[in-house]
């Protein structure tokens, strides 16, 4: 616990943290929401994708939606993230977090439309 406390301080000073190596439980209520957790954990650093292309990322063309309601359910934030998916017209938003903590996240990432 100790290191992932340690990854996490790292993650918030700005360095490149390996957070999406974190061990998670990625056993969700469908299989569609497991293969949207496990092909959000490929995004970089820095790189974002729309829900459109997440859903496709998980073998669902067409299911952005779905894909949405996968981020907005999720509960494992930064192993597991969700603020890098964004909408086709803008960053989108990000739940009871509020999309200025999105865009500081992306902007801590790299992300040179964050702000």
């Given amino acids: 616990m100790a290191e992932v406390v340690q990854l996490l ?4 000073a700005g360095e490149r943290t390996p957070l999406v190596e974190v061990p998670v439980d990625l056993d969700y209520e469908t ?3 497991g293969r949207c ?14 829900y459109g292309e997440l859903a496709a990322l998980a073998g669902a063309p067409g299911a952005a ?5 996968f981020c907005a359910r999720s509960r494992l934030s930064l192993f597991v993230p969700c603020h890098r998916v964004v909408a086709a017209d803008g960053l989108g938003s990000y739940g ?11 902007a801590l990432e790299g992300y040179p439309d964050a702000l």
């Avoid at 301080?9 to 918030?12: G, P």
């Fill in 96 to 106: 009871s977090y509020g999309v200025d903590y999105k865009r500081r996240l992306l």
């Fill in 37 to 50: 957790a496990a092909a959000l954990r490929t995004v970089p650093r820095g790189e974002v994708v729309s």
């Fill in 31 to 33: 299989a569609f929401f």
């Fill in 65 to 69: 939606r779905a894909a949405g309601t």
């Fill in 9 to 12: 301080q790292a993650y918030f």
